[in-house]
C-alpha cells in the first residue's frame, strides 16, 4: 500500500459537474481529491481487503442470525422492544440487502481491522463506483497512473444485478432527506441503477411519504409504496411519528429491518465475544461491561448509534485526544481497541470496503488530517498497480 | 492482472442532464428524464392530519425532542474492474428508463380515502444540516 502524489485532471471539476457529482467540493473544501492515490499490489486486495470483508459478512450474518431472537442480546443493543418482531420477521422471511460498506484500519503490513460497519445507510457510493472509475480511466489514458493500473471496482454492474434481483421487476420507491446534497446524489445514483436493471422508480422526500388509513404507505400520487429503498436509519424511522406503523404494512424496506442489529456499533463487542481474536476484529466490549477494563486507559469511544464519526473520542491514558461533536451517544457506548491508521504523509486514510449483496466488489478511501474518519474527510482513488 | 473493461463498456461519454428534482409536495412536474408526473392535483385534495406521536415509552435519544407532530472488483475469479456489458456508469442520471412518475403498484391503488403525511423526517430534522442520514 502507497501513497503515491499525482497531478490533477485539470477538467476534473467539469466532468464532475458533468456526471452530476454536485457535492465534489463541500463549504469550499475540497472532498473529492484527487492530488495523490492509494496504490495496492493485486494480492494486498486479494488477501487483505476482498477475503476478509466477505468473511467479516459472514460474521455478521451469523451475529445476527443469533441475535434476532434474542432478547438479552436485542437489549444490549438497545433497540426498541417494540420493532423486534419487524426485525425479526424481516429476517426470517429472508429480505434481501443491498449494499454495505465496512470501514477498516489497513497498512498494508498487517491484516485489516474492523473499524465499524456501515450496514443500513451508507453514502459516498457514486463517488466509489464510477468518478474513481472515471479517474482510472481517464488516469491511464493522461499517463498520471501506470499503463497496466487496475481498480478494486464492480460495484457499478453488481448493484444493477442486485436491483434485478431485488425489484424483480416492481416499482421501487427511494427516499431519504433529499434537501441533502449527498444524500440526494446517493439517492440519484441508486435511482439510476435500478432504473438500469429495468425498475420503475420513484424519488420521495422521506417526509412526503403518506399513509393511507387502508393500512399502505403511499406516495405522493397515493400509490401504495410495496418496495422502498431508504437512505435514512432504521433507528430514526423507529422514533419517527410513523415508526409505529412500519409493522402493520406490506411495504418492503431497503436496507431490511435486521440491518438495524448490523448498524449498530453493539456488533463490536458481540462479534469480538462470537470470535474473539479473529485477526480482522479489534477488541471491544460494552463500556458497562467489567471486561472493558481490559482496554486499559486508551481506546475509542462509539455511541451505539454514531454516523461518520460523530461523538467518536479517541482517548490516550485516560485523555480524550480527539473527539468528533455529535448528537449521539444516549443509548450508551462501547469502546474498543485502538487501532493506529497508517500515516501518510501526515494523513490517515481508512478503507472503505463495499459489498454489493453481501459479495465484495469495491475499495473506497476517505483522508484526513484527523485520525477521525468524520463528514470533512477527503475521497480519494486507488489504483492496483 | 484482470481484463480491462471492455472497449463497449459504457456510453462514457460526458452527458449534461440536469440533476432531478425529487418528488417534493406541492409539485407535479418531476423531472428525472423528461417524463412529467401526475396526481399532484388529486393529492391537494386529499385530507390530512397531524400525526400521532410516538409509542409511548419510546424516549427520543440523545435529548432530541420526541416527534409529535407531522409536517404539511470483482473477485478473485474475474477481473477487478468493471466487466463490460451494457450498462452505464457514464453519469449519475444517465439512464433513459428511469423516471420519477410512479408506476402501478403491486399493491392496490389507494384511490379514495384518508391519507396523512409528515410521519417520517421529523427525527432527522431535529438534527443539524450537518448529519444526514448516510454514513
Known amino acids: ?385 | 492482472m484482470a481484463d480491462k473493461p471492455a472497449s463497449e463498456f459504457g456510453t462514457r461519454k460526458p452527458v449534461a442532464i440536469r440533476p432531478p428534482q425529487p418528488v417534493k409536495r406541492g409539485q407535479v412536474a418531476l423531472l428525472l428524464m423528461g417524463t412529467l408526473a401526475v396526481g399532484g392535483g388529486a393529492y391537494a385534495m386529499m385530507p390530512s392530519e397531524n400525526c400521532q406521536p410516538n409509542q409511548p415509552g419510546m424516549a427520543a435519544p440523545s435529548g432530541l425532542p420526541t416527534n409529535t407532530e407531522c409536517r404539511p472488483r470483482g473477485s478473485s475469479s474475474g477481473g477487478h474492474g468493471s466487466s463490460g456489458g451494457s450498462s452505464s456508469r457514464s453519469s449519475v442520471y444517465s439512464s433513459g428508463s428511469s423516471s420519477n412518475h410512479a408506476s402501478s403498484g403491486t399493491l392496490s391503488d389507494s384511490g379514495t380515502g384518508h391519507v396523512t403525511r409528515g410521519g417520517f423526517g421529523g427525527y432527522a430534522h431535529a438534527f443539524t444540516s450537518h448529519f444526514s442520514g448516510g454514513g
Open chain 1, 1 to 385: 500500500m502507497q501513497r503515491i502524489t499525482c497531478p490533477e485532471r485539470d477538467d476534473w471539476r467539469q466532468t464532475a459537474e458533468q456526471t452530476g457529482f454536485a457535492f465534489h467540493t463541500i463549504d469550499g473544501e475540497r472532498y473529492w481529491d484527487e492530488r495523490a492515490y492509494y496504490a495496492f499490489t493485486l494480492d494486498e486486495i486479494e488477501r487483505e481487503i476482498e477475503g476478509p470483508t466477505g468473511e467479516i459478512d459472514a460474521m455478521c450474518l451469523e451475529l445476527v442470525r443469533r441475535a434476532v431472537d434474542d432478547e438479552r442480546t436485542l437489549r444490549r443493543l438497545k433497540i426498541p422492544e417494540a420493532f423486534w418482531p419487524l426485525i425479526s420477521t424481516s429476517w426470517h422471511n429472508d429480505e434481501g440487502s443491498l449494499y454495505g460498506r465496512l470501514d477498516l484500519a489497513f497498512d498494508g503490513r498487517g491484516p485489516a481491522k474492523l473499524l465499524e460497519y456501515n450496514a443500513d445507510t451508507p453514502t459516498s457510493i457514486f463517488e466509489a463506483a464510477v468518478f474513481q472509475w472515471t479517474w482510472l480511466e481517464q488516469a491511464i489514458e493522461r499517463r498520471i497512473t501506470p499503463e497496466r493500473a487496475d481498480q478494486f471496482n464492480s460495484i457499478h454492474e453488481r448493484l444493477i444485478e442486485a436491483w434485478k434481483a431485488l425489484g424483480k421487476g416492481h416499482p421501487l420507491h427511494l427516499t431519504g432527506t433529499v434537501d441533502n446534497a449527498e444524500d440526494a446524489g446517493t439517492l440519484a445514483y441508486l435511482q439510476d441503477t435500478a432504473a438500469q436493471a429495468g425498475l420503475a422508480t420513484t424519488l420521495i422526500d422521506i417526509a412526503d411519504i403518506g399513509w393511507h388509513d387502508n393500512g399502505n404507505f403511499v406516495d405522493l400520487d397515493n400509490r401504495a409504496i410495496a418496495l422502498a429503498f431508504k437512505l435514512y436509519p432504521w433507528e430514526w424511522m423507529f422514533h419517527d411519528a410513523f415508526g409505529a406503523r412500519l409493522a402493520g404494512t406490506s411495504t418492503r424496506w431497503i436496507e431490511p429491518p435486521w440491518k438495524a442489529i448490523l448498524s449498530n456499533k453493539g456488533i463490536l463487542p458481540l462479534l469480538w465475544e462470537m470470535f474473539p481474536h479473529h485477526p480482522n476484529l479489534l477488541p471491544a466490549y460494552f463500556e458497562d461491561d467489567p471486561a472493558a477494563a481490559s482496554l486499559g486507559a486508551s481506546f475509542v469511544r462509539k455511541p451505539l448509534y454514531s454516523r461518520e464519526g460523530a461523538n467518536v473520542a479517541l482517548v490516550s491514558s485516560g485523555v480524550t485526544l480527539a473527539e468528533q461533536q455529535g448528537p449521539y451517544g444516549a443509548e450508551g457506548y462501547v469502546r474498543q481497541a485502538f487501532a493506529s491508521l497508517p500515516n501518510f504523509s501526515d494523513q490517515y486514510p481508512v478503507l472503505g470496503s463495499w459489498l454489493v449483496d453481501h459479495t465484495s466488489c469495491g475499495l473506497s478511501i476517505r483522508e484526513d488530517e484527523n485520525p477521525i474518519t468524520g463528514n470533512s474527510s477527503r475521497f480519494l482513488p486507488h489504483a492496483i498497480i
